[in-house]
C-alpha cells in the first residue's frame, strides 16, 4: 500500500480549491448538492463527472481528480446550470478556472477542445471576430486532420457562407487591448 503524507496532501488540495475560487469568483461551499446544474446540463450525457460532481471533487479536496476529468472541456458555458442554480453558483465560471488549470498544469483531457478554444481566441483577437475559414483551416491542420472540410469548403465558398478574406471590424486594436489585459491579469496560455 502506498503511504500519503496527509499534512502535505491537505496544504496542496486547500491551495488549489482557493486557486479556483479566486480565479472563478466561486464560493464552493455555497453548493449544497441539489442536482438542479446535472440535470438541465444538455451536455451532461458525454461528461465522465457531472457538474455538480465536479463541485464535489473540489469541495471534498479531490482536485487533481478534477483536473483529470473531461467534464471541464466538454462544458459549453451555455449558462443553463447558473440560471438553474438556486444559490447561484456561476459554474460556467467555475469550470473554465478548472480548466484553466489543468493547461497551466498540462493536463488537457480533450486535446480538440483545446486546439478549437485557442484557434477561435486567435481568430477573435486577431480580427475582432472570428474568421470560419481560417479557423476551420487552422483547427483542422492542429488537430491533424487536414482534409476533413475539404468537401464542405467549395460549397460553403460559392454560397457566400465563408470567405478566404478575413473581415476585421472597425476597432480592432480595442479587442487586442482586452486581450492583453486579460493575458497580464493571468488568463491566456503562458
Known amino acids: 500500500m502506498e503511504r500519503v503524507e496527509l499534512a502535505g496532501a491537505l496544504r496542496q488540495t486547500q491551495a488549489l480549491k482557493s486557486q479556483v475560487e479566486a480565479a472563478s469568483g466561486v464560493t464552493l461551499s455555497d453548493c449544497y448538492q441539489c442536482g438542479k446544474c446535472s440535470a ?14 465536479v463541485i464535489r471533487l ?21 449558462q443553463a446550470c447558473y440560471t438553474r442554480c438556486p444559490r447561484e453558483v456561476n459554474l460556467p465560471r467555475l469550470m473554465e478556472a478548472v480548466r484553466q488549470e489543468a493547461r497551466r498544469r498540462g493536463m488537457i483531457n480533450e486535446k480538440k477542445v483545446d486546439i478549437f478554444d485557442q484557434a477561435f481566441l486567435s481568430s477573435v ?21 487536414p482534409f476533413k472540410d475539404a468537401l ?31 493575458r497580464a491579469k493571468g488568463g491566456g496560455r503562458h
Open 40 to 53: 438541465g446540463c444538455p451536455v451532461a450525457f458525454a461528461m465522465d463527472y457531472t457538474p455538480r460532481q
Open 58 to 78: 473540489l469541495q471534498l479536496g479531490l482536485g487533481e481528480e478534477a483536473l483529470k476529468s473531461h467534464t471541464p472541456w466538454l462544458c459549453a458555458s451555455c
Open 125 to 145: 483577437e486577431r480580427y475582432g471576430r472570428a474568421h470560419e475559414m481560417g479557423l476551420m483551416i487552422q483547427y483542422n491542420l492542429q488537430s491533424g486532420q
Open 152 to 182: 464542405l469548403a467549395p460549397p460553403l465558398l460559392f454560397k457566400g457562407k465563408i470567405s478566404p478574406i478575413p473581415a476585421k471590424i472597425k476597432n480592432v486594436a480595442e479587442v487586442k487591448n482586452i486581450f492583453a489585459r486579460a
